[in-house]
């Protein structure tokens, strides 16, 4: 035991209560020490956070204080607590997540909330990139009539987006690979991606939970827009007329991102706040 150290003689006579203090003061240096020790608990005892409260006089096993003690050092390690606990809430639901794909963000949310804004009952939808499959199942959990695809280059980002769909008993949405659009031989409603568009000199700056994370589901070529030009001009052969195409970006990259949608012949281009205030998300339509 590294962390679970002298001060405490004997481990195993030690309540949740006492734990949950404990962690707590071990991640003071987090954002969210008391929530993080608390996830990592219920975690360990496959319990709800509600029930950790509830029981909190429960003394732990051996092997859950074993456990617990490698979570806390990866905590400590600045991993995220999504990837310890392998989930995440997104829009209204929890979404499984491993090492090989994005967290999903909140900000993303906002792009969730602005499609829902403007779908019709029986919209056809395209997700490129779907990493966790949250983008699309959130939508599909909305409109259960939509018919859904998602597509990723990354075949493990597959096989979690359908993993996630069978938990959420979601059966609008089909995963499939492609690149980009390499697979793809119809046309949509609404294409929707929040694509790599990280400059590779920037990820320095990024916070330290970003380093866990995929490079290919974050960093892109030429300043971090090769994958959004890629995305924007060849959107408009798969959208149908009236047709629009959404997609989140920097908030330093919004005049580019305007720039491409009217170079590749996009109409009514607007760009949205997100919910700090910041350009995050540019949307055009297909109109001839
Ligand atoms: C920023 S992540 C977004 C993941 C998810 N949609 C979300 O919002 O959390 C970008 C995703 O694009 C995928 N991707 C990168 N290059 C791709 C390509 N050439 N074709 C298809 N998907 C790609 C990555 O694997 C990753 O899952």
């Not at 991102?257 to 012949?265: D, R, T």
Request: hydrophobic share 40%; with cysteine; proline share 2%.
């Amino acid at each position: 035991m590294l962390i679970f150290y002298h001060s405490i003689n004997n481990f195993n006579n030690l309540k949740i209560q006492f734990w949950l203090q404990y962690i707590s003061n071990l991640l003071y240096c987090f954002r969210t020490p008391q929530l993080d020790s608390e996830m990592i608990i219920s975690y360990t005892v496959q319990q709800s956070r509600t029930w950790i409260y509830i029981f909190n006089n429960i003394f732990l096993s051996t092997s859950q204080i074993f456990l617990l003690n490698i979570f806390v050092r990866r905590r400590i390690n600045c991993e995220p607590i999504s990837y310890i606990i392998k989930k995440k809430e997104f829009w209204s639901c929890v979404f499984r997540i491993s090492k090989y794909v994005l967290i999903p963000r909140k900000e993303t949310e906002f792009l969730v909330q602005e499609i829902l804004k403007r779908i019709n009952m029986y919209d056809s939808v395209l997700d490129l990139g779907c990493g966790s499959g949250c983008i699309s199942l959130s939508i599909a959990h909305e409109r259960p009539y939509c018919n859904i695809i998602g597509i990723d280059s990354s075949l493990k980002s597959i096989t979690l987006s359908k993993k996630n769909a069978k938990y959420l008993n979601i059966n609008n949405v089909y995963f499939f690979y492609s690149n980009w659009f390499s697979a793809i031989k119809r046309k949509f409603n609404i294409i929707v991606s929040n694509p790599p568009y990280i400059h590779e000199q920037e990820i320095v700056y990024m916070n330290k939970d970003c380093m866990f994370e995929p490079c290919g589901a974050l960093i892109s070529r030429n300043h971090g827009f090769s994958d959004i030009e890629h995305i924007i001009k060849y959107a408009y052969i798969f959208l149908f007329n009236q047709g629009f195409l959404i997609i989140e970006h920097g908030w330093k990259q919004k005049e580019m991102v305007n720039f491409l949608f009217k170079k590749y012949n996009f109409f009514d281009v607007m760009s949205y706040f997100d919910f700090n205030g910041y350009y995050r998300i540019t949307l055009g339509k297909k109109v001839y």
